[in-house]
């Protein structure tokens, strides 16, 4: 199938996900994961509507936004890990930041976004805190304990403005294994001001964004759906 089929598959997904459990499917952005993929795949996903890409290593995102400069409207959204000292090379990009996971990231995240120029006319960088929902060892993310202080740093910069939680649950034996993973990061969410401070939560994938936009996903992240797989290319950011 071609992109632009996938896609509609995909949005049909979400579509039904939402109605079965009483949401708008408006509630709901499908950003499409995009790391590995060449410049004519976002291309073609462009041509259909799409707009939010997502990107997981800083290199091939300031290739592919050097590539693309011509689709003024196209959205990056950083969606891995990121260290501190890669912030210089997002800050003038990215539309959407979601995994920022310590007040020092948020910090560099804010100097290098008023650097950039990005901050006239109060312009700000949105950012999602990233947390580590299972307190899984070899993930990045916030410990749930710590995500108060990362709220609260996140909104004393002026230059970013704090958007939400992103979480990625551990892998389980099938798509419903992660609902209870999905439902803790909302209840984070609302006992940390709720929806009108934390609007966003970014979660699910191509496994099982229907138990996500259950769980009350405003932001899931697919690409195999979309883009096919693709073989695996060496790490550029």
Not at 4 to 17: E, M
Request: aromatic letters at 4%; one cysteine or more; charged letters at 20%.
């Amino acid at each position: 199938m071609s992109v632009a089929a996938n896609l509609a598959a995909v949005r049909q997904r979400i579509d039904a996900a939402a109605t079965a459990c009483g949401r708008a499917p408006s509630e709901i952005t499908l950003v499409a994961v995009s790391k590995t993929q060449p410049a004519s795949a976002i291309e073609e996903a462009y041509a259909v509507g799409q707009r939010h890409f997502g990107e997981n290593y800083v290199q091939e995102l300031s290739q592919k936004a050097d590539a693309l400069a011509q689709l003024p409207d196209l959205r990056w959204h950083v969606i891995g890990h990121l260290q501190r000292n890669k912030a210089r090379f997002v800050a003038p990009l990215a539309a959407l930041v979601h995994t920022v996971d310590t007040p020092e990231l948020a910090g560099e995240l804010a100097k290098r976004f008023v650097a950039a120029g990005r901050a006239a006319e109060g312009r700000q960088l949105r950012v999602l805190v990233e947390v580590n929902i299972a307190a899984e060892e070899q993930k990045h993310g916030a410990a749930q304990g710590q995500v108060g202080a990362l709220l609260d740093a996140v909104e004393a910069l002026p230059a970013l403005s704090l958007g939400g939680l992103m979480c990625v649950p551990p892998l389980t034996a099938s798509a419903e294994g992660a609902r209870p993973y999905f439902e803790a990061l909302r209840a984070l969410r609302d006992q940390h001001g709720g929806a009108s401070r934390l609007p966003e939560l970014s979660m699910g994938m191509t496994s099982d964004l229907e138990q996500a936009v259950a769980a009350g996903a405003t932001l899931v992240r697919v690409g195999s759906a979309i883009f096919g797989t693709r073989a695996a290319q060496a790490r550029l950011g």
